[in-house]
């Protein structure tokens, strides 16, 4: 093994990835699931509210929304809809004191792919990999988690999930179905209204129907989030720049060296 090489694999690469793994460790604490809100950090930078107002021709959506990192703890929607054929006026309310808030299950999903990259990180910081190749495997295998926790921020799950109805209290009236999903790395509200609410099972309230239909999508800038993303572009980038250098230097070559001159000197001794 060449000595640029050694030196890559036993000390810049170590130190640069227990560098990135702290990284990780702020995001996967931004992005984790707390089953008690009252745990969070309430002083938290990751805090965010959200003020809303959209009118289109009679319909009316007006409030804020609060977000703590992956999860939704209060909310206060004034929902004017008339443009349908059973009009709907309520206020929709998720309340900060409650022990249920809406989860917003792609940066659960985002979290959980970070904590992937992070363990494969501390696997180089700790001297893990011996040779280029382990490394380079190590490294594409980071990337490919980041790449997976990114796309949570784009693909959108716009399916209810009966779990985080329990946040609304009071309960939504019947025929109307408000949601939250993250895409395009945007807080996404929908509303939905019912052609004929009278006609849905209880059971069946808060999972999407067939003679349900988008009356409202509105879109909501959340600061945190795209400086999250912006900061996991930053780490990839640097990551491929230190895969870049580890492909550069020839230890596929003396590798196959050291392995042959091995065998070698293993068949001579028989």
Not at 215 to 232: A, F, G, H, N, P
């Amino acid at each position: 093994m060449s000595s640029e090489l050694e030196w890559l694999l036993s000390a810049e690469m170590p130190l640069a990835f227990s560098s990135i793994s702290e990284r990780f460790s702020k995001f996967s604490s931004l992005l984790q699931y707390c089953e008690n809100v009252e745990e969070q950090d309430k002083t938290s930078p990751f805090e965010e509210t959200i003020p809303l107002s959209s009118t289109l021709r009679d319909d009316h959506v007006k409030g804020h929304i609060k977000m703590r990192g992956p999860l939704i703890t209060k909310t206060e929607l004034s929902i004017e809809i008339n443009n349908t054929p059973v009009p709907v006026k309520t206020v929709a309310c998720i309340r900060e004191d409650e022990k249920t808030p809406w989860r917003l299950f792609q940066l659960g999903h985002a979290a959980n792919y970070l904590y992937l990259a992070r363990t494969k990180c501390q696997t180089i910081a700790g001297g893990g990999v011996s040779n280029a190749r382990e490394a380079t495997d190590t490294i594409n295998e980071i990337l490919d988690h980041i790449k997976r926790c990114k796309l949570q921020f784009f693909l959108p799950t716009p399916e209810i999930n009966c779990q985080n109805y329990a946040a609304f209290c009071p309960e939504l009236p019947p025929g109307l179905i408000v949601n939250f999903h993250i895409k395009d790395i945007k807080l996404v509200l929908t509303i939905s209204c019912l052609k004929n609410p009278q006609d849905l099972h209880v059971k069946e309230r808060y999972c999407l129907p067939r003679n349900a239909y988008i009356d409202r999508t509105i879109l909501l800038s959340v600061l945190w989030m795209t400086e999250t993303y912006q900061e996991l572009s930053v780490l990839q980038n640097e990551i491929q720049m230190i895969l870049q250098k580890l492909r550069s230097l020839p230890e596929q070559t003396s590798s196959h060296s050291c392995s042959c001159t091995t065998n070698t000197i293993a068949a001579a001794a028989q």
